[in-house]
């Protein structure tokens, strides 16, 4: 557990070497300052000022914050995952590179605790700058609104989840072939179309009569992570 940790930490430390934590959380900062301004210059009491009752008025100042974060939540579980199958695509690919992984394999750890601290260390890279994100906005929307429910939050569980089912799959397509490119690519294809495609096959598998099709996509759906499901969940 000890030597799995340590692996963990070191692709913390590599994230932050690579600047990934800087960008990654750039971004989210320049979204944060975007919404903290719109906010700024945004009066509720132009929403609420033909209502009547306080108890009305704090349930349309609730709808408000409720709207804006399902605005939000579908945007930034694409971006979060888009963002994250880029920073991440390259920790395996990089520890195999010659010179890193003889260094590595000379100490007194297994092969398989290297994986498990590679896959822990990126999923807490994702997961601290989901956590950021998420966060910071929610804090933005209770500030501006008097809104502190929590359920917002839970979407820091569930894209870490949509992207910890996309990340051992990185993995996978990072040992056999050790190229980041490719792990990305098959990443982004599954994220974009395939996950998508494989979403509606009941409907296509109504349209398109074929039980060479529907064998295929029943296949890859039961084989590919859901991203699509997960983002609807989210949602």
Known sequence: MKNILLTAQLTLREALSRKIFIAFGGISTFILLIF????LSLNPDEFTGMVKTEGATLDFTKEIAHGLKL???APLFGLG???????????????????????????????????????????????????????????????????WETDFLLTIFSITFAFASLYSLIILIGILTRSSILAMMLSYIIFFILSPVLNMRDSINAVVES?????????????????TELGNLTT
């Open 36 to 39: 903290a301004i719109m906010f």
């Open 211 to 227: 039980s060479l099709l529907e064998g295929i996509l029943d296949f890859l759906y039961y084989l590919l992570p859901k991203i």
């Open 81 to 147: 995952i888009f963002l994250s199958i880029f920073s991440a695509s390259s920790f395996i690919p990089n520890m195999l590179e010659k010179g890193n992984i003889d260094l590595l394999l000379s100490k007194p750890i297994s092969r398989h605790q290297l994986i498990i601290g590679k896959f822990l260390g990126g999923l807490a890279v994702v997961a601290l700058n989901i956590a950021y994100a998420v966060i910071g906005f929610w804090f933005l929307v209770g500030l501006k609104f008097g809104v």
């Open 71 to 73: 605005l939000v939540v």
